[in-house]
């Protein structure tokens, strides 16, 4: 059903720009709120603005599979603010790299002004969207380092129109073997990699990294909205972090010629950053200090001190980023102990060759007694007499002045303004044109806006001649002098080709060299073309279709049986030559099941997850903050691990989704309406086929941030696709009988160690199997009742299946409520898993084999980094080798799979 929401309702408690230059004016418009970090007392809030003297007409819709439906129409009289709030618990985008159908279209009949401010508690910005004929086709992204440990660069990227083909190149002169930085699909993603993706109207990418963006390159077929910053960070790591939002302008707008102005009446300056469209640019300031960046999406900073101001001069265009920093404790002058106020925030500095005449904006009645509002314009010295504020000369008001460095014909003038000014203008229709901008700052909030993005132009001097060069493979140069740097796939074994249509062959390449040891895989498109990249830690590798040995699905798929080894060999290095054929039987696996993903009901549209955990319970009052916990931090892991609720209960099932969960109905039940096991793990295979791993994990259970870093390794590793794998996790005990706080994040998590206590009693609480795991064999076992765990694992080692420990690097802890650490044994039916085993002669001869000590191999993070990687067992943690198959009657367990109605 839709949600209408109620747009007549007064400004929101802080200061809110709306601008004619600076939003932009114009009649059509397209916004996303990206994820911001956690926190209370939430304004995601749409400001509407009128610019001419007659009433307009504005539209807001969604696409109708949008997770928050809009559909209203809102009337603005002249000269009317108005303020439209979003629900954020739905509008705004969940954490994680993604497609979403979650963004709005605004329509008007006649020119309007929009802000979109995104906050949650004092992590906010806003930006100004760009009206839809000032969009582009060609971008890149301003970031920022993530300085804080639940931080993340991002950018998100919005079509217009249908069809749109987007490709995200991401930079490849930040190290090559940093942490893995995203999975999109189930893929991993990092520095030098590349993003193919068709996004239909209205759809949004978006890519979260741990590491900075700034610098990657957005190319489209069509205008498209593109946003970047980072959801949360430090700028000098001072006392306060925020959230940072821009949208970035299309390399058309960019200019050459800038005035940088740091954020008024601070001490600690601001930081600038400058990036290239073009190699070999150099940047000149007014200082005499030079940068030059020599490819395409390099960037150069430059700390411009408090209180000073210069002009920046480039040889090409480039775009500019500035950055205002956090406060700071300080002493002054008279010893007592103050702070700066402010926060993070980022701006695009609007460059001269884009300053225009007339500026106009409103402000917010409500805001802090302690808050500033610093208009800053900078205006030709000639002329700035001319220049008007509110109509009146600019003698009228209380400005103060600065020279600027390098520019002696320009000075740059700021003033603290009120909200009492309603509404606010700047300059005059015919006037002298100059460009301006906005700083609101108060004790840990600020934000800032430039108050004008530009009109596309193209500002290449005339005397710019590109100069065309031999291409080495991903050299990152524009070789061919047609605005993109190696965009020439150049495959290997296949005759050269003209692939960008410019009547050259392989002109401008994208890296060759085959040094294949460490790759890691992924589909440049992953819904229809064969086109497939590897690559290694130091190059890139593309290949054609045809340069592979596509071999038939079955083969990769056949029964377990059909593989089991009397002798357990190894996990292993694998040779380069090895390393290459389990990458292209990867390619192969995912390529074969193009086509066949499964989308009727909710759980299997999203099938790319690379790792998907379910749970199940019944719903219980006593219950209620265990769960709610549990619903709460699982779902910070999406999309790259995708939580799945199986429930009885159709509220239970709605609760789930409201915290961005996907829910199924319980399938085949057991021992008095529980469900089977394996019935829920066949469940979740057949709706995501483009996932490799699977995990069931008890109800109760909080997981630490290591299951990330640990799923990631294993999904690195070969054997998910050589042999059945089955990784299991002990609890550790917390008593929460007193405790009543809500766990919102994962973090938090590692803070409950020092009051756990490690169970030592050898049982389980957590399976975690790849697609090969036998699940056809194992019968109707049910969780949350005595026996599953020790006979899963013993079964497992009947069975020859790699057993893994994955303990050592994922710390979980049961929450335990008064119900105690042993609760399934006072269940009703408490012993019907037993019983199964005893009526199908599957006892083992001695329990202790099912102990998570029989493991043969544990996950161990590697030294100095947060990399986890499966290694042997030291012989002294293992117990009893000799398994003797656990006494585990293996025709038995065929027997009944084939008489089983499975």
Known sequence: MSKVLNANVPFAQSVTLLSEASCDPGKHFVVTFPQTYEGANIDTTLYFATVGNESVSVSLATLPSAPYVIN???????????????????????????????????????????????????????????????????????????????????????????????????????PINASVTFVLNGVIYTYSDVINIRLGALQTLQVQALLDLTGTRVISSKPIAVLSGANRTQIFKGTCASHLIEQTPSVSTWGMTFILVPVPNQRMG?????????????????????????????????????????????????????????????????????????????????????????????????YKNTSHLYVVFSVPTNLSSQLRINQQTVGMWNVTWRNVTGADNYVVGYVDVGPHQLPFSLGAPGGPVFNAFVHYVTSCESCAMSLFHGYPKDLTPASYVCPTSSSAPGDGIDNDCDGKADEEPCCVNSDAKDTDGDSYKNEDCRGIERQVSAMVYQIIDHRRRAEVITKAKTNTQVFGAKDFIWLPYFVLSLHVLRFRFRVQPPLRTLSDDEDYRVRESVLVQ??????????????????????????????????????????????????????????????????????????????????????????????????????????????????????????????????????????????????????????????????????????TDGSSDAFFTNRLFPWRLIPEVVPGR??????????????????????????????????????????????????????????????????????????????????????????????????????????????????SDI
Request: a negative charge; glycine letters at 8%.
């Open 72 to 174: 209203k129409t809102l009337i603005l009289a002249p000269d009317q603010n108005l303020a439209f709030p979003v629900n954020s618990s739905q509008a705004v985008l969940p954490t994680g790299t993604y497609v979403t159908d979650m963004s709005i279209r605004i329509v008007s009949t006649g020119n309007i002004t929009v802000v979109v401010k995104n906050k949650r508690g004092s992590n906010g910005d806003t930006y100004s969207p760009m009206p839809v004929e000032n969009l582009g086709t060609d971008h890149f992204v301003l970031a920022y380092n993530n300085t804080l440990g639940v931080s993340a660069s991002f950018v998100t990227v919005t079509a217009v129109y249908d069809d749109t083909e987007v490709n995200v190149t991401f930079p490849s002169q930040r």
């Open 590 to 759: 995912l390529e074969g099941r193009e086509g066949h993903r499964q989308v009727n009901g909710g759980v299997g549209r999203e099938g790319g997850a690379m790792f998907v955990i379910f749970t199940t319970w019944l719903a219980r009052e006593d219950k209620r903050l265990v769960h709610d916990n549990v619903l709460r931090t699982w779902r910070q892991w999406q999309p790259a691990i995708l939580p799945v609720l199986f429930a009885h209960e159709v509220e239970e099932r709605q609760r789930a989704e409201t915290f961005g969960w996907r829910s199924l109905p319980f399938p085949q039940t057991a021992c008095g309406g529980l469900p089977i096991l394996r019935e829920m793990f066949l469940k979740v295979l057949a709706d995501f086929p483009d996932t490799q791993l699977f995990g069931y994990s008890n109800g109760d259970l909080l997981l630490g941030a290591g299951l990330l870093d640990t799923i990631q390794g294993v999904a690195r590793n070969p054997i998910i696709l050589q042999r059945p794998v089955l990784m299991v996790l002990r609890r550790f005990e917390v008593n929460f009988v007193n405790r009543s706080g809500a766990f919102q994040e994962v973090g938090q998590v590692e803070e409950l160690r020092p009051f756990a206590k490690e169970m």
């Open 270 to 366: 601001d930081l600038y950053r400058f990036v290239a469209k073009d190699p070999q640019t150099t940047i000149t300031l007014g200082t005499g200090k030079q940068i030059r960046l020599q490819h395409p999406g390099d960037f150069g900073e430059y700390l411009l001190l408090a209180g000073s101001v210069t002009y920046a001069k480039s040889d090409k265009p480039v775009l500019v980023g500035h950055y205002a920093t956090e406060q700071e404790y300080y002493t002054g002058s008279d010893g007592v102990f103050v702070r700066d106020e402010g926060d993070p925030g980022l701006s695009v500095l609007t460059p001269v060759e884009q300053a225009t005449d007339f500026y106009r904006f409103g402000l917010n009645d409500n």
């Open 786 to 899: 005595m026996g599953v765990a020790m006979w899963l694992v013993a079964a497992s080692l009947a069975l020859e299946v790699t057993v893994i420990d994955v303990t050592p690097t994922v710390f979980a802890v049961h929450m335990t409520t008064e119900a105690g650490n042993y609760e399934s044994h006072s269940h009703p039916n408490a012993n019907c898993n037993h019983e199964l085993f005893r009526n199908l002669a599957l006892v083992p001869d001695d329990w202790e084999c099912g102990y998570i000590y029989r493991a043969q191999y544990i996950t161990r993070r590697t030294k100095n980094t947060t990399e986890v990687k499966i290694e042997a067992k030291p012989d002294k943690l293992m117990v009893n080798r000799q398994t003797s198959y656990c006494g585990i009657d293996i025709k038995a367990l065929e027997r009944h799979a084939q008489f």
